[in-house]
Every structure is written in C-alpha cells, then in structure tokens.
C-alpha cells in the first residue's frame, strides 16, 4: 500500500561542482534537515533530485544510507548542457510530491503541488551591453524561470537581506522574501578558537572563479607594491583554468614568485587553510552570501571585503574584524588592505567575532525554521 506520508521533494539542481557555494549550502542544509526531522520524529519523506560530481553523488549517497526517510534521485542530463538542463527542469512535471522546495535558485514549477523557493542572488540576472549576446540570452532565460517559480512559489525566502530587498524589487514582490542565513560547514564550527598570532604571516588569501567576480585581477593590481616589497598572495581558484589565467597575469607583472594558486581544498581541510594567512582579500563585485568573509572570520581572520556584503544581524558584532573597500577602485581596496595589515586584531576580539559568526550561521537554526514552515503549509 502506498505510503500517505508527505513527500517533500528537495530540488537541488545541477551544481557545477562540488567546491560551489550553492552545493556547500545544500549540502550543510540538508543534513542538518535530516537530522533535525529524525530528532523531532517529522513524519515526512524526503526525496532530493540533483545532478553533480562524483563527490556530490557520493555525499548524497551516503545521506540514503543514514537516514531511512530520505533518498534522492539523479537528474537526467543532455548532451545541450546544464543550462539548458536547468531550464528544462522548470516544466517538468512530477506529481508524486506533496510540496517541491528549490533550495538553490530553481525549481519544477508546473506541479500542483506546493512550491517553496529559496534564492541565492540574481547575479545570473545581469545583461549590460558588455556581455556577449548567449550571456544575454542566458539572462532572460533565468529570468524567464525566476519569475515563473515566484509566481507559482507559496513562501519564497532568500540568504541575505540585501539579496531579499533586490528579489523583492526586481520582481515587484508583495513582501519580502524571509531571510535565512546562509550555514557554515560543520568543520569550520567545530574547530578550536585558539588561533595562530597574525603577526607571524605574511601571506594574504584570496578567491578566484571562472565568472570574474571575485575581481582577483584587481585585487593584485592594488597590492601590487606590497608583493613587490616581499608579500604574498595565495589564490584558491576553482579550477586548473581559472588558476592559469591568474599566474599568467602574475608573469606579466613580474609577481610569479609572490603569486601561488591552491585548488581543491577538501573541507574538512578548510579551516586549518584559513589559519595560514594574516588576512583574506576579498573585493568581490558581486555575491549572495559571501561565505569566505564568515568563514575567514570563524577562524579568526580579518577579512578586507566589497561594502555591502555583510549581513545585517553580524555588522556590529564583527566590525573590528573587516574593512571595506570599494572594489571597483583599485585605490580603494589598496587603503582598506593597508590599513588592515597595520591594525592590531587582539585575540580577544578575533574569538568573540569568530563565536558570533559560528552562533549566528548554523544550519540546525536553518533546519528549524524550514521544518515549522513545511509543517505548517502541508497541515493547514
């Protein structure tokens, strides 16, 4: 007999990889959903639908073995892409759910049943004159799935409020979408709070990607003479293509024996990497959350970062620990890293941010808050 439980489909999607932000928040989300729906005998079934390496099918994998109330499915893919997969994913239909959650930016939208959506950012909204015409075409066509999904969506919530505030004006939203924040990695919660004294590193980390917006090219234009007079620059690229255009443009500037790129740090590792550097460069033009400043920070690392990046419920408590930069200027992101080298950052201050930021960014709290808001919507 079938069971009369509802099924909650979580929809994942198609990660480009397992270091993504978007798989390093479903992933923390989900286990800790499934650990919190154990622990408080939820009788719900959740099935996951995604697409993703071979770590992501693995980590998925081993979730089934562990919790008897989940099991997830691999989407089909075609030889057109993953966006074109994505997209196609908004029409099809499956109507053995109860309620369909998109936790991570799309969702199946022609269902009966309920849809709630999660949204990161709309970065892959942007379609300025500069982009080539399939960047701008890619545009509209996410745009076409964001409002389809919102239109149909029960209860919409977002990572940050500045994301929620953009969602809410770009697709004219009654409301705003509920903000919850974004989780750190168990590893980065559970590492001790006795941190290493910055004064004794003299290399700075950084982020580079494929899409350009972690804007790494000017953040070595602006530290430029700092390099030169003996620093150090670490990137952690998200690939091996990433890292060769960030050392090409090294050996053009003559910075190949102060520029080194990291790939693929597992998490665990993560944490312990942080503790490496005196600061973290991070003069992104663009983010949803922004983990590595809260990341950096739960390690004790002071971080120089994009204005307006940081979350409104850790801007006081984590103050004394980020300066912040204009980061289409690279004027400005050379003042605020200067100054950051030359503040003092007592271990005193570096432990209570660092405390504030692993309080605030659990994904039990998370967890929590998507269980009553499932209950509430399939029990009315």
């Known amino acids: 007999m079938p069971s009369t439980r509802p099924r909650i489909c979580l929809y994942a999607g198609r990660f480009e990889s397992s270091s993504s932000g978007l798989w390093v928040y479903f992933s923390s989300v989900l286990e800790a959903l499934l650990v919190k729906a154990k622990e408080q005998e939820a009788d719900f079934e959740f099935i996951c639908l995604a697409q993703g390496d071979e ?3 693995a980590k998925l994998s081993e979730l089934q073995e562990a919790f008897e109330d989940f099991s997830w499915e691999a989407l089909p893919e075609s030889f057109l892409g993953r966006r074109f997969d994505t997209f196609r994913d908004g029409f099809v239909k499956r109507e053995d759910f109860s309620l369909i959650h998109g936790l991570c930016n799309f969702a199946p939208f022609q269902n009966s049943s309920l849809l709630f959506l999660t949204i990161h950012d709309l970065i892959a909204l942007e379609a300025h004159s500069e982009l080539s015409l399939y ?11 964001f409002r389809k999904s919102l239109e149909k969506a029960s209860h919409v919530f977002s990572v940050s409020e500045h994301a929620a505030r953009e969602i809410k004006e770009t697709f004219d939203l009654e409301s705003l979408p509920e903000v919850l924040y974004s ?3 168990k590893a980065f919660l559970e590492k ?4 290493p004294l910055l004064e004794e590193r003299n290399a700075v980390l950084a982020f580079a ?3 350009r917006r972690k804007n790494i090219e000017r953040a070595i234009e602006a530290i430029c003479p700092w390099l030169l007079d003996g620093g150090e620059l670490r990137v952690l690229c998200s690939n091996e293509q990433v890292a060769e255009r960030v050392q090409s443009f090294a050996r053009e500037r003559a910075l190949e024996r102060h520029i080194f790129c990291d790939l693929r740090i597992p998490a ?3 944490p312990e990497y942080y503790r490496q550097f005196r600061a973290l460069l991070f003069p992104s033009l663009a983010e949803g959350f922004g983990y590595p400043v809260y990341e950096a920070i739960s390690q004790g690392l002071p971080v120089v970062h994009s204005r307006g990046i940081c979350v409104e419920e850790l801007k006081e408590d984590t103050r004394e620990m980020r300066s912040e930069c204009s980061p289409r200027s690279v004027e400005s992101i050379r003042e605020a890293f200067i100054g950051c080298l030359r503040r003092k950052f007592p271990e005193e201050t570096r432990t209570r941010a660092a405390q504030r930021v692993r309080e605030r960014l659990r994904a039990a709290r998370v967890a929590t808050a998507l269980l009553n808001a499932y209950s509430e919507a399939l029990h009315r």
């Open 55 to 57: 770590r992501i099918r």
């Open 268 to 270: 665990k590792d993560l």
């Open 135 to 145: 960047a701008r075409l890619r545009s509209a066509t996410y745009k076409c799935l």
């Open 192 to 195: 001790d709070l006795h941190f």
């Open 183 to 185: 989780p750190l990695e």
């Open 209 to 211: 990607a494929t899409d």
